[in-house]
């Protein structure tokens, strides 16, 4: 890596989109952000904005596949003068979602990653393998350039086996890896330290709970820095009430839909992931939607609402038992951000275990970290936005910008 090499392309590859940023590690300034839809559609699309110049494109028509998303990509960033050839260009950090046990920390990626990563199909059969593209893509438009994988799952290694283990036969566990893995992972290391920030103390002297609220959701407990629970499992599934995944559910409920519904598991598989959660109780996903459906009346959407608040408490309740001391409870990403009614009716009446939440410094809308608990609270409860890209960045420059450009693989595992 050459000495004046001190930007960062960030990479998100979902099944049919990319998500990019390029950020100058100088100052962490984005230079570039973007999104590619729909690949593989007719009607993909490209919207690219420059940061520097404040411009914004967009490109409309079909892009077939990954390997065509990211050379459109690369020609947006060279229009701008921001080119992958740039010897600017430092490496290229791309978020994997199923690290499995073996992946704790950020990797440079090489045959043997590869391999790994491919092997973690089975637990992570949406996710690694549009990663996967993502990666192999990357690497033939430049494959001089160091290629770093951030795995959502890494933050979560540090859970006890206590919290990690399924109540099942360990031998059927191991043969089969099920655990409990946790996702959200990159959000929960970043906005859990941005936390201890806000509260002016150092990431190990904290216990925190976080709340990733987005359209998937989690809840993680971190002691002093490190992870000891999280609210998904083996799968993004468990847990929370999200967007359009059920959380949290007898598995009874699976044989008894096979069983008497006579559903097969893929009908079954797609109902709690892609049927459930708020759309699955009342037709919309999105928290905004249901708010000004609650505020006309619509009983559905109350108790859509309602659900989604019960669960949240429990796991407020529970990570406060798992921690014994809490310090803080920090709510993120796109309902974390912004519902307000979220964060007070998830808080309201925990007064018993120290939360509170200030009505006005609630209503407050800004997109810095705050606090909106009372001053006399004794548990501090805080919005803190999440920035998994910057997260991204930042661990993948630390692991290049050593000068080795080469970490051992599977370090630390
Ligand atoms: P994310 O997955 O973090 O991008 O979050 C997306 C979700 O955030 C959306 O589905 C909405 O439910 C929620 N959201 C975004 N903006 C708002 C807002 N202003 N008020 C309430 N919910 C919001």
């Known amino acids: 890596m050459s000495h004046s090499a001190t930007r960062v392309l960030v990479l998100n590859s979902g099944s049919s989109s990319l998500k990019y940023q390029l950020l100058d590690m100088r100052d962490s300034s984005r230079l570039a952000v973007g999104l590619v839809e729909r690949i593989g559609e007719q009607t993909s699309r490209l919207t690219h904005t420059c940061l520097g110049s404040g411009d914004t494109r967009e490109q409309n028509g079909p892009i077939a596949d990954h390997e065509a998303a990211l050379k459109a990509v690369a020609e947006e960033l060279t229009k701008d003068g921001l080119g992958l050839d740039s010897p600017e260009l430092a490496a290229i950090g791309h978020r994997v979602v199923h690290g499995g046990m073996f992946f704790t920390e950020p990797t440079v990626i090489d045959d043997a990653v590869l391999t790994e990563i491919e092997r973690l199909i089975p637990v992570a059969p949406l996710h690694n393998p549009a990663n996967l593209t993502g990666i192999r893509?990357?690497?033939?438009?430049?494959?001089?350039?160091?290629?770093?994988?951030?795995?959502?799952?890494?933050?979560?290694?540090t859970m006890p086996e206590s919290a990690a283990r399924y109540a099942i036969n360990p031998k059927i566990a191991d043969r089969y890896r099920i655990r409990r893995y946790g996702f959200h992972g990159t959000s929960h290391a970043y906005v859990s330290r941005a936390t201890a920030r806000?509260?002016?103390?150092?990431?190990?002297?904290?216990?925190?709970?976080?709340?990733?609220?987005?359209?998937?959701?989690?809840?993680?407990?971190?002691?002093?820095?490190?992870?000891?629970?999280?609210?998904?499992?083996?799968?993004?599934?468990?847990?929370?009430?999200?967007?359009?995944?059920?959380?949290?559910?007898?598995?009874?409920?699976?044989?008894?839909?096979?069983?008497?519904?006579?559903?097969?598991?893929?009908?079954?598989?797609?109902?709690?992931?892609?049927?459930?959660?708020?759309?699955?109780?009342?037709?919309?996903?999105?928290?905004?939607?249901?708010?000004?459906?609650?505020?006309?009346?619509?009983?559905?959407?109350?108790?859509?609402?309602?659900?989604y608040i019960h669960r949240l408490k429990k796991y407020i309740g529970a990570y406060c038992a798992v921690l014994g001391r809490v310090d803080a409870v920090a709510f993120t990403a796109g309902v974390g951000e912004n519902a307000a009614s979220v964060r007070e009716a998830a808080v309201a009446g925990l007064e018993g275990l120290g939360l509170a939440v200030d009505p006005e410094l609630n209503a407050v809308r800004t997109d810095r970290a705050r606090l909106i608990s009372p001053a006399a609270a004794r548990v501090a409860v805080a919005v803190v936005p999440t920035d998994e890209e910057l997260e991204i960045a930042t661990q993948t420059y630390a692991l290049v910008g050593t000068g080795s450009g080469s970490a051992p693989v599977g370090n630390n595992s």
């Open 198 to 307: 806000l509260l002016g103390r150092a990431p190990e002297d904290v216990n925190v709970i976080v709340l990733h609220l987005g359209n998937g959701a989690s809840a993680s407990a971190v002691e002093g820095g490190r992870c000891v629970d999280t609210s998904m499992g083996l799968t993004p599934l468990e847990g929370l009430v999200m967007g359009t995944r059920s959380g949290d559910l007898d598995p009874a409920v699976i044989f008894h839909l096979a069983r008497v519904g006579g559903l097969s598991m893929d009908e079954i598989d797609t109902l709690l992931n892609k049927r459930s959660g708020l759309f699955g109780l009342c037709g919309d996903n999105d928290m905004r939607e249901i708010r000004s459906r609650i505020d006309e009346g619509d009983e559905e959407a109350r108790l859509a609402f309602d659900i």
């Open 137 to 157: 893509t990357a690497q033939a438009l430049r494959p001089d350039l160091p290629q770093v994988a951030v795995f959502d799952t890494a933050f979560h290694t």
